[in-house]
């Protein structure tokens, strides 16, 4: 035998071997043509590793070592010819063919003999690395050959260890080629290709070369790109495979079942070759696995083996279903196959080896394989996965688990990561308002999600709490929209789901219902909640009419809660007046006409009427004694069926509604609505509801009764042209607005609009104050997106100039904080800024042009959230220069104050500011840029600054655009010439005719043609008189320099510029103001701009202005004025600028109100530029003006966080005398703490205490109702606390000023809801107080850490009360119960000093288990508002408290006693309260959750500072506790992964974080 492979005699044993080699290479050739040809396709033709590996194969092909090394193994595989040529023919003989040729053929050498028969053959050979690579490549080919042959493979098995014994295998590249050859043959088969397997299969048989590795499948995408993939079913490699025919003969009578039979026959013997295959695979994993392989080859075994395990049933293609069930048939063999796998799966992910973290099985898709096996093995392996799973929830949840409900308090938004969405659809995408967690932490959301919570679970428990803290709080329309599902029995069949609802008809249903329970306790106990009422029966109709409650279902449901549960509850007529609000929707009416069950449903809702005395001096008492007789007259002309149910007394009673209102309106007599007596206005809150339509035309009457006057021809009106305009009269009283049934609110809107939009008659504006007043008053019923609304009704309303005017003037003056509540600003703004964008280059349209631009830069300066500029998110904006600026100026804002909420937000920005400076020149200076944040900066920073181009440019036309304003200016220009330059000059030398102006006054106004310059102006596009209104300042701040540099006097220079600037603003009002200082501001790089706007907010004209419009206007809150308006000339109100050619009179609108949104951004500039003195006296000249301001809260709050560190305190204290402070709910404490004399003086914690109190009880969502409270705990609470209110606040020192009872949206309008109201009041008094930011940090942290015992203590009322100590007597090694174990080892449980808290149970109507909790989450909440220079400072004292616990820092613990002390510290603070027994980690590891649940995206940057300040980690106690704060992060970091990268480099040596992880969740 040595003698003939060493002589090369082999041939002569094996005559065919060159036959089959020149079969080989012509199928070689064949393969690798395809395989160019695949490159080609694929771009890698020029790719230099492919053509190495191209060359390397050709060089193994072609090898003389390949033949003796095939022959060798064909001798061991006793492969003789004529066997090896009918394998590659794929014709299995019979039984007898091979019964004979298995008694003839000659028996293959020992297996002993083969290694050194190999040893001896690669003597005679000098390149081992490609012999080993040509090995390797044999043996792979051999494998998928032998596959179904028993003998065969266990020599192939025997070969492999044989060579491993003498290291000639590498394992790390003979595992990854053989599962990709694998792979590319299931593909073939999965594809159904016989021939084409046969080719592939022959092509590895007899070239013993692999193809390159680009041209193999991806095995970690094989199963989506080979959905059918080929999967074991009956065999497992036995003795050598007999085809189904040898074990059942095809003998059928049925002769069209031949084909069928053949297909199954097919499908059964490729799932046999292949399940052989597998098994032998995994039989040689586990031979490599015994020695040291890479990662990545751990990583490509797991992966190939993963997906055969998940896709171990899928069914082949071809094959119907009946076929497949009946002929595929799970044995034993499939699962011998399955434990082959399992076998190798477990040694991966061995604890002790580590090769793969368990947490690739964790996070794969095996544990929800659709059909498992009935195998133990395989469910012992899906078991332990959710067994980590729950070991790692640990670290991935939040450890409170009521952190995932809203607050409404700040906007969260919904991440863009989904490619099919962009623009507006993607930037008004939001978070739903409550996260189903799963168990890795990520949200789950959606309607398939809400539809299988169970009612009585925690996550049913968590969306009621939800749905409740709505109904009491009323967020917007467009919060209830997002979340809501229509009930199933008004849904349509073909209806998509909606991904972003959570909330379903069932879960909304049992929380209205809830509510209503509530008001029922609140009004019994003699507390006046009207106004709850009045606001609950807005979103009662919304929900009603929206179809988001199953009226019937509903019905049956109150009936039984208030007449089977709370039977004493009921005793008003209250749910009564509820139900009649809505009988007139067409859903409720659908079921009182055509149900099946309408009788029933009928008795249901009359059976709440309740008989009680009224009173007759109380318009509520009147209506609710009425409303059951209004409810039955509605019901009794809806249905004849349902008539003899109804109460015939309350029928009887209606005649007195009907004669009460033939007295009140006989003749010709008017309801005088501003003189009603209390029973007036009741009576006529009870016609609403039975008269609607009478009621309408009554008050359209009365809004009309003064009658009609008509303009008085003037300048702006022909001789013959007449303009009618109403009379004024008082508009309707929102007290008694607010009583009027939201059906007849409803009809008062739509006359309302026809007659202000629509009619011929200029509507006076007692009538315009009127609509937006019920707008207001049922923000949800009644909102409308006017201008969408509009054009619906009549396309040609916008396209009439008053139409548009009104509607530009309602919007920026009145209904401005009512788009931002409902989220509608940014679509709002897309709107006007499309009109506008038409009329900037339209001439001579100056007032509606200059009025939607300043609606767009209230727009601008409301949003608080990141915005795109423009609907679509592609091209350049449609905004004019000045919005452009102040674009980028509210970007800065919203970024540094409140951060970016979506990563991909940040990627998005770039192209957000090339929208916006494509058609921008401006530049900004150094000193507005250092306050920018640092995102904004960086891109802005490169940007040229063009000022001295504009000079330029000015310079080489001045000779030409002065002798132009010459003829055109001087006191005796010829009129006429006006008409020629208007016509003929060039547009690049128009922008230049105010600085020519200029130049030609020489100080001296008059002396300059101001009728020809006027009316040139005035003839300009807006946007031309915009651009020469910027190139004026430019050109005069050049002309300072010079003429300073000639010798001139600083102060003479600044008295004439401001006497030209007086010129062109009041002497002869030809510039708009607003636009004038807007452009003075932007420059101010130079020192004599700030100063001259300075001066022009100094004089006395602007002065005058301002005073007059505060007269003319009254009180800011314009909803409670009951006189007649008064209507401000045109010319007065608005200028000669604005006014020319304008013949509709103005309703609100005025020069001094286009300042309100300009002078904020003058203070932010001047405190930009350290000119602090110069912004105190603005704000001293203009706080009592800028309470007209619709967004002062906003701004307050905005400028504070803005410049935080940078504001001294009177500066402070000026900027908060713009609020109207009896009206803001501050502590009564606050005005002493920023007042002190000491400012280094810490607020005591009680202080802090008392601000965490007030969130605690009206921010965080109340406690459901399965707290220890018992079935009714949230409703004792809200009594508790609206009777400690009523009763005790003045009582109580540091007791938040908050009026009792629910507010009207009108009243709190900035900035919309009660619970932004105190969550922003807390954070402006945390920004306005006279200390830094580690001593409030340090303050909450220290009230976090003590906030459990202390409370116990102000329950128990005396200090060391038992069970404070918690359970250090029975646990000695873990931290102590008392939340004190961070501060030594006394582990001392007193109070900490300056908290006094003897009545903070009581106050909040919480025990104090429960309190505690809350005021974590409210101390987090408050802290995620904050600036991130309070972030840093939380992240340090965070670390502090971690590393000085006394169990950590104590070097004699063993790490069982600091296992068993990490365990305890990290128990969830929800229970550990109820058994006293929290900790300080505990409670600040529930801090930081709380306090990362409600932080932007973009201000996640800094978390891993945590980890910084707790480096160096010495233990695995740290390290587990580090991964608990991290923990919950990365579910929202997934997609950000600079940020994932940064929070997951915990270790000091930078190690790989699934190791660590790993390593958690072993522990």
């Known amino acids: 035998?040595?003698?003939?492979?060493?002589?090369?005699?082999?041939?002569?044993?094996?005559?065919?071997?060159?036959?089959?080699?020149?079969?080989?290479?012509?199928?070689?050739?064949?393969?690798?043509?395809?395989?160019?040809?695949?490159?080609?396709?694929?771009?890698?033709?020029?790719?230099?590793?492919?053509?190495?590996?191209?060359?390397?194969?050709?060089?193994?092909?072609?090898?003389?070592?390949?033949?003796?090394?095939?022959?060798?193994?064909?001798?061991?595989?006793?492969?003789?010819?004529?066997?090896?040529?009918?394998?590659?023919?794929?014709?299995?003989?019979?039984?007898?063919?091979?019964?004979?040729?298995?008694?003839?053929?000659?028996?293959?050498?020992?297996?002993?003999?083969?290694?050194?028969?190999?040893?001896?053959?690669?003597?005679?050979?000098?390149?081992?690395?490609?012999?080993?690579?040509?090995?390797?490549?044999?043996?792979?080919?051999?494998?998928?050959?032998?596959?179904?042959?028993?003998?065969?493979?266990?020599?192939?098995?025997?070969?492999?260890?044989?060579?491993?014994?003498?290291?000639?295998?590498?394992?790390?590249?003979?595992?990854?080629?053989?599962?990709?050859?694998?792979?590319?043959?299931?593909?073939?088969?999965?594809?159904?290709?016989?021939?084409?397997?046969?080719?592939?299969?022959?092509?590895?048989?007899?070239?013993?070369?692999?193809?390159?590795?680009?041209?193999?499948?991806?095995?970690?995408?094989?199963?989506?790109?080979?959905?059918?993939?080929?999967?074991?079913?009956?065999?497992?490699?036995?003795?050598?495979?007999?085809?189904?025919?040898?074990?059942?003969?095809?003998?059928?009578?049925?002769?069209?079942?031949?084909?069928?039979?053949?297909?199954?026959?097919?499908?059964?013997?490729?799932?046999?070759?292949?399940?052989?295959?597998?098994?032998?695979?995994?039989?040689?994993?586990?031979?490599?696995?015994?020695?040291?392989?890479?990662?990545?080859?751990?990583?490509?075994?797991?992966?190939?083996?993963?997906?055969?395990?998940?896709?171990?049933?899928?069914?082949?293609?071809?094959?119907?279903?009946?076929?497949?069930?009946?002929?595929?048939?799970?044995?034993?063999?499939?699962?011998?196959?399955?434990?082959?796998?399992?076998?190798?799966?477990?040694?991966?992910?061995?604890?002790?080896?580590?090769?793969?973290?368990?947490?690739?099985?964790?996070?794969?898709?095996?544990?929800?394989?659709?059909?498992?096996?009935?195998?133990?093995?395989?469910?012992?392996?899906?078991?332990?996965?959710?067994?980590?799973?729950?070991?790692?929830?640990?670290?991935?949840?939040?450890?409170?688990?009521?952190?995932?409900?809203?607050?409404?308090?700040?906007?969260?938004?919904?991440?863009?990561?989904?490619?099919?969405?962009?623009?507006?659809?993607?930037?008004?995408?939001?978070?739903?308002?409550?996260?189903?967690?799963?168990?890795?932490?990520?949200?789950?959301?959606?309607?398939?999600?809400?539809?299988?919570?169970?009612?009585?679970?925690?996550?049913?428990?968590?969306?009621?709490?939800?749905?409740?803290?709505?109904?009491?709080?009323?967020p917007s329309l467009d919060w209830w929209k997002r979340v809501l599902l229509l009930a199933p029995c008004y849904r349509l069949q073909a209806q998509a789901p909606t991904p972003g609802a959570v909330f379903t008809a069932e879960m909304i249903s049992e929380a209205t219902i809830d509510r209503i329970a509530e008001l029922l306790k609140l009004t019994n106990s003699e507390i006046n909640c009207w106004q709850e009422w009045l606001t609950f029966s807005d979103v009662f109709f919304f929900l009603a009419k929206n179809g988001c409650l199953d009226f019937v279902d509903f019905v049956d449901k109150l009936v039984s809660r208030l007449q089977d549960g709370d039977q004493h509850i009921l005793r008003t007529n209250h749910v009564t007046w509820l139900l009649t609000q809505i009988i007139r929707v067409e859903l409720v009416m659908n079921a009182l006409n055509s149900d099946s069950r309408k009788v029933e449903i009928t008795r249901k809702i009359l059976s709440f009427h309740k008989e009680a005395s009224s009173d007759p001096n109380n318009p509520q008492s009147i209506l609710l004694d009425f409303v059951s007789s209004c409810q039955n007259l509605r019901i009794w002309s809806l249905n004849t069926s349902t008539r003899e149910y109804l109460n015939n007394e309350q029928l009887q009673k209606g005649k007195q509604i009907d004669e009460w209102w033939r007295q009140t309106t006989k003749g010709e007599r008017t309801l005088d609505y501003m003189n009603m007596d209390d029973r007036s206005i009741g009576m006529f809150w009870v016609v609403s509801y039975t008269m609607a339509q009478p009621a309408c035309e009554s008050v359209m009457n009365y809004l009309a009764s003064a009658g009609v006057t008509e303009l008085l021809p003037g300048s702006n009106l022909q001789a013959n042209e007449r303009i009618a305009v109403m009379r004024e009269v008082s508009p309707l009283p929102i007290s008694l607005l607010s009583g009027f049934s939201i059906n007849l609110c409803l009809k008062l809107t739509f006359q309302m609009e026809e007659s202000m939009f629509n009619g011929q008659v200029i509507p006076n504006i007692a009538m315009v104050e009127t609509y937006c007043r019920l707008l207001l008053i049922v923000p949800h019923s009644l909102f409308r997106p006017h201008l969408t609304h509009l054009s619906q009704r009549n396309t040609a309303t916008l396209t009439k100039p008053g139409a548009s005017i009104l509607l530009f003037e309602i919007l920026n003056y009145r209904l401005l904080s009512l788009y931002r509540y409902q989220g509608k600003s940014k679509n709002l703004m897309y709107d006007i800024t499309k009109m506008i964008s038409s009329l900037k280059g339209k001439r001579g349209d100056h007032r509606i042009f200059r009025l939607g631009e300043n609606l767009c830069m209230n727009l601008l300066l409301s949003l608080k959230e990141f915005f795109l500029v423009k609907r679509e998110g592609k091209g350049p904006t449609d905004f004019t220069e000045t919005l452009n600026r102040i674009a980028i100026t509210s970007l800065a804002i919203i970024i540094k104050t409140r951060g970016i909420t979506d990563f991909d937000h940040l990627l998005y920005l770039p192209t957000m500011l090339e929208q916006i400076l494509a058609t921008s020149q401006h530049a900004w200076s150094e000193k507005t840029l250092r306050y920018f944040p640092s995102v904004l900066r960086d891109a802005l920073a490169g940007r040229m600054d063009k000022r001295g181009l504009a000079i330029q440019a000015w310079q080489q036309a001045e000779t030409t655009v002065i002798n132009q304003c010459t003829q055109l200016l001087s006191p005796s220009a010829d009129p006429s010439y006006v008409v020629t330059y208007i016509s003929h000059s060039f547009p690049q030398h128009r922008q230049y005719l105010c600085a020519g102006a200029w130049v030609l006054m020489h100080g001296h106004p008059e002396s300059i043609n101001s009728a020809n310059l006027g009316r040139v102006l005035r003839e300009f596009s807006p946007e031309e008189v915009t651009a020469n209104i910027y190139t004026m300042v430019d050109v005069l701040l050049h002309h300072i320099h010079l003429e300073l540099q000639r010798g001139h006097s600083p102060q003479d220079l600044m008295l004439k510029a401001c006497a030209n600037l007086s010129f062109f603003i009041w002497t002869h009002e030809l510039l708009p103001l607003d636009i004038l200082l807007l452009a003075l501001i932007d420059r101010d790089d130079d020192p004599h701009s700030l100063r001259i706007v300075m001066s022009l907010l100094e004089s006395k004209e602007l002065q005058q202005r301002v005073k007059l419009y505060s007269m003319n206007r009254g009180q800011p809150e314009h909803w409670l004025l009951s006189g007649t308006f008064k209507r401000v000339e045109l010319q007065k109100a608005l200028g000669n600028h604005l006014s020319w050619k304008e013949r509709f009179p103005t309703f609100f609108d005025d020069i001094a109100a286009r300042l309100l949104p300009v002078i904020p951004l003058i203070i932010y500039r001047l405190i930009e530029n350290d000119a602090i003195d110069a912004a105190d006296r603005v704000l001293q000249l203009y706080n009592l003006f800028l309470h007209y301001y619709p967004l002062n809260f906003t701004f307050v709050r905005d400028i504070l966080a803005y410049f935080y560190g940078h504001l001294p305190g009177k500066l402070i204290l000026r900027i908060l005398s713009v609020l109207d402070v009896k009206k803001i709910p501050f502590s009564e404490s606050f005005p002493q703490h920023i007042n002190s004399a000491n400012a280094s003086i810490c607020p005591p914690l009680d202080y802090f205490a008392t601000l965490l109190l007030g969130l605690a009880n009206h921010v965080i969502p109340p406690l459901s109702n399965s707290s220890k409270l018992g079935p009714a705990g949230d409703v004792s609470i809200s009594s508790a606390r609206m009777q400690h209110n009523k009763t005790q606040a003045a009582a109580q020192p540091g007791q938040i000023n908050a009026s009792e009872g629910q507010k009207a949206f009108y009243q709190i309008q900035d900035p919309g809801t009660y619970t932004q109201l105190i969550l922003e009041t807390a954070v402006i008094e945390i920004l306005s107080l006279p200390i830094s930011a580690s001593q409030v940090v340090s303050s909450l942290v220290q009230i976090v850490v003590h906030i459990q015992p202390t409370l116990v203590q102000s329950s128990n009322g005396v200090h060391g009360a038992p069970g404070v100590g918690g359970q250090s007597s029975v646990l000695p090694t873990s931290p102590s119960g008392g939340s004190n174990d961070s501060f030594g080892p006394t582990r001392t449980s007193s109070s900490p000093s300056g908290m006094n808290t003897s009545n903070f149970i009581w106050r909040s109507g919480y025990t104090c288990q429960q309190l505690s909790c809350l005021l974590i989450q409210a101390c987090g909440l408050l802290l995620a508002q904050l600036p991130p220079e309070f972030h840093v400072q939380l992240y340090m004292e965070a670390a502090r408290v971690v590393k000085e616990c006394w169990w950590l820092t104590d070097g004699k613990r063993s790490a069982s006693e600091l296992e068993s002390a990490v365990s305890y510290a990290l128990l969830d603070p929800t229970w550990a309260a109820q058994d006293n027994t929290s900790t300080a980690i505990g409670n600040v590891v529930a801090l930081l959750h709380s306090f990362f649940s409600n932080l932007p995206q973009e201000w996640l940057e800094g978390t891993h500072l945590i980890i910084k300040h707790l480096r160096p980690v010495t233990s695995i106690a740290v390290l587990r506790i580090a991964f608990r704060i991290m923990g919950p992060l990365l579910p929202r970091l997934a997609n950000a992964h600079p940020l994932f990268n940064i929070v997951t480099a915990v270790n000091d040596n930078g190690g790989c974080f699934w190791q660590e992880f790993s390593t958690i969740s072993s522990c």
């Not at 060159?18 to 490159?39: F, K, P, R, V």
């Open 1 to 474: 035998m040595f003698r003939t492979l060493g002589g090369g005699n082999v041939s002569n044993q094996t005559p065919t071997t060159s036959d089959s080699g020149m079969m080989m290479d012509q199928n070689t050739a064949h393969h690798q043509q395809l395989q160019q040809q695949q490159q080609m396709q694929n771009g890698q033709r020029n790719n230099p590793s492919s053509s190495s590996t191209s060359a390397t194969s050709r060089a193994l092909q072609f090898h003389p070592a390949r033949p003796a090394i095939l022959d060798l193994f064909n001798l061991y595989l006793g492969r003789t010819a004529q066997q090896k040529s009918d394998e590659s023919a794929r014709e299995p003989p019979n039984k007898t063919q091979k019964r004979i040729s298995a008694l003839n053929r000659d028996l293959p050498p020992r297996n002993e003999q083969f290694l050194l028969d190999f040893e001896q053959l690669l003597s005679q050979f000098q390149d081992q690395d490609q012999l080993r690579a040509l090995t390797e490549s044999t043996l792979i080919s051999l494998v998928i050959q032998c596959r179904s042959h028993a003998p065969r493979a266990e020599f192939l098995l025997f070969a492999l260890h044989s060579l491993s014994s003498i290291s000639y295998i590498n394992w790390d590249t003979f595992l990854p080629s053989l599962l990709s050859s694998v792979s590319s043959v299931e593909v073939s088969i999965s594809q159904g290709s016989q021939s084409g397997a046969t080719v592939s299969s022959a092509t590895l048989t007899q070239s013993g070369v692999l193809p390159p590795s680009s041209t193999v499948t991806n095995p970690t995408n094989f199963q989506s790109s080979s959905p059918a993939s080929p999967l074991p079913s009956v065999h497992c490699i036995g003795s050598p495979a007999q085809s189904v025919a040898e074990q059942s003969p095809m003998k059928s009578p049925d002769v069209g079942g031949g084909q069928q039979s053949n297909s199954r026959i097919n499908l059964i013997t490729r799932d046999n070759s292949m399940s052989n295959l597998r098994h032998l695979c995994c039989k040689i994993i586990l031979i490599g696995l015994k020695f040291n392989l890479k990662p990545s080859t751990h990583a490509d075994v797991f992966s190939h083996l993963l997906n055969w395990i998940i896709n171990w049933d899928q069914k082949q293609q071809g094959i119907d279903e009946f076929d497949s069930a009946r002929y595929w048939k799970p044995d034993k063999a499939l699962i011998e196959w399955l434990h082959s796998c399992l076998d190798v799966i477990w040694l991966l992910v061995e604890d002790d080896k580590c090769r793969i973290p368990f947490y690739e099985l964790v996070r794969s898709n095996l544990q929800v394989i659709e059909n498992i096996p009935d195998d133990e093995a395989l469910f012992t392996l899906i078991l332990e996965i959710h067994k980590r799973r729950d070991m790692m929830a640990m670290h991935m949840q939040m450890l409170d688990q009521h952190l995932h409900c809203p607050t409404f308090g700040t906007p969260r938004l919904f991440p863009q990561a989904m490619n099919n969405i962009s623009g507006e659809a993607a930037t008004h995408m939001r978070y739903p308002a409550i996260t189903y967690p799963s168990v890795l932490g990520e949200p789950l959301h959606g309607e398939d999600i809400a539809v299988s919570i169970q009612r009585g679970t925690l996550d049913w428990e968590r969306a009621l709490r939800c749905i409740r803290h709505a109904l009491r709080n009323t």
